[in-house]
């Protein structure tokens, strides 16, 4: 159905009058003409109308909005549809990474909503999923019924020591710095000049990661703090150089590192 195409204004207003904060754009229907030519009328619309809402532009990636899109919203989608599955979650997570030195405060990467709960993906691949999201400063849109979510779903949206990395002041999107096979290390810098870290192993044994100083933005011989945000707690070990972990199959550790000297 044609939605607000043509009615940009009309609907911006409406939507304004019902208090709503967020708007995800979708292009399932439009008259041929370019995203850069669409998006845009909505925009002008909801800056006439005076709400500050988060304008979210769903095109799936198809021109590269990533490209041009902090000039019309606040996110943009950069990928087709996710699904319930392993190999659709990685692979949107690798194709968002690549866009990832064009996001900025009020301008995110958007790999799409999370499918946590949906029931489709072992714990442990949930728990990758939020942490890729979260480090990657994507919009933590919960994509599962919260009606009927279950302990261990709400224990992995609920996490707010991984959420707050999402919501780091510092507002950068972290980047894949190291791939060897399948082990690969994420790591992106935050706020007090503190890095976020993900360890990723996509294989199906588990594996030794190590993740090195120079790889992740910490100067040599630096003293380090390591907090784990899944299990919760500081590492007695005080790390220099680099850290290592072993990592379950298709899993991953997350961890917060904090220069200490």
Same mark, same amino acid.
């Given at each position: 159905?044609?939605?607000?195409? =043509?009615?940009? /204004?009309?609907?911006? +207003?409406?939507?304004?009058?019902?208090?709503?904060?967020?708007?995800?754009?979708?292009?399932?229907?439009? &008259?041929?003409?370019?995203?850069?030519?669409?998006?845009?009328?909505?925009?002008?619309?909801?800056?006439?109308? %005076? !709400?500050?809402?988060?304008? *979210? @532009?769903?095109?799936? %990636?198809?021109?590269?909005?990533?490209?041009?899109?902090?000039?019309?919203? *606040?996110?943009?989608?950069?990928?087709?549809?996710?699904?319930?599955?392993?190999?659709?979650?990685?692979? !949107?997570?690798?194709?968002? /990474?690549?866009?990832? &030195?064009?996001?900025?405060? =009020?301008?995110?990467?958007?790999?799409?909503?999370?499918?946590?709960?949906?029931?489709?993906?072992?714990?442990?691949?949930?728990?990758?999923?939020?942490?890729?999201?979260?480090?990657?400063?994507?919009?933590?849109?919960? %994509?599962?019924?919260? $009606?009927?979510?279950?302990?261990?779903?709400?224990?992995?949206?609920?996490?707010?020591?991984?959420?707050?990395?999402?919501? &780091?002041?510092?507002?950068?999107?972290?980047?894949?710095?190291?791939?060897?096979?399948? @082990?690969?290390?994420?790591?992106?810098? @935050?706020?007090? !000049? $503190?890095?976020?870290?993900?360890?990723? +192993?996509?294989?199906?044994?588990?594996?030794?990661?190590?993740?090195?100083?120079?790889?992740? %933005?910490?100067?040599?011989?630096?003293?380090? @703090?390591?907090?784990?945000?899944?299990?919760?707690?500081?590492?007695?070990?005080?790390?220099?150089?680099?850290?290592?972990?072993?990592?379950?199959? !298709?899993?991953?550790?997350?961890?917060?590192?904090?220069?200490?000297?």
């Amino acid at each position: 159905m044609p939605g607000s195409l =043509g009615h940009e /204004e009309q609907d911006a +207003n409406t939507f304004a009058s019902w208090g709503i904060d967020y708007l995800k754009y979708d292009n399932c229907y439009h &008259d041929g003409t370019k995203p850069t030519v669409r998006y845009p009328v909505m925009t002008r619309a909801l800056l006439k109308n %005076g !709400r500050p809402i988060f304008f *979210n @532009l769903c095109e799936w %990636g198809d021109l590269h909005p990533a490209l041009w899109g902090a000039k019309v919203g *606040n996110s943009w989608r950069t990928t087709s549809d996710i699904s319930d599955t392993w190999e659709s979650m990685v692979s !949107r997570a690798d194709l968002n /990474e690549f866009y990832a &030195d064009h996001a900025r405060t =009020g301008g995110w990467n958007d790999p799409d909503m999370l499918e946590v709960g949906n029931g489709g993906m072992t714990k442990d691949a949930y728990i990758v999923h939020f942490s890729l999201w979260a480090i990657s400063k994507a919009p933590l849109i919960i %994509g599962c019924d919260v $009606r009927n979510a279950t302990h261990e779903t709400m224990d992995i949206i609920a996490n707010k020591e991984v959420i707050a990395v999402n919501q &780091d002041a510092l507002g950068v999107q972290a980047k894949k710095v190291r791939m060897e096979g399948d @082990l690969e290390v994420w790591a992106g810098p @935050l706020s007090g !000049r $503190r890095v976020a870290l993900v360890l990723l +192993n996509r294989s199906y044994w588990s594996m030794n990661i190590k993740a090195h100083w120079d790889d992740i %933005g910490i100067p040599p011989n630096t003293l380090v @703090l390591a907090r784990d945000l899944w299990e919760h707690k500081t590492l007695e070990t005080r790390f220099v150089e680099n850290l290592s972990a072993i990592v379950s199959p !298709r899993s991953c550790k997350m961890y917060v590192l904090k220069p200490i000297s």
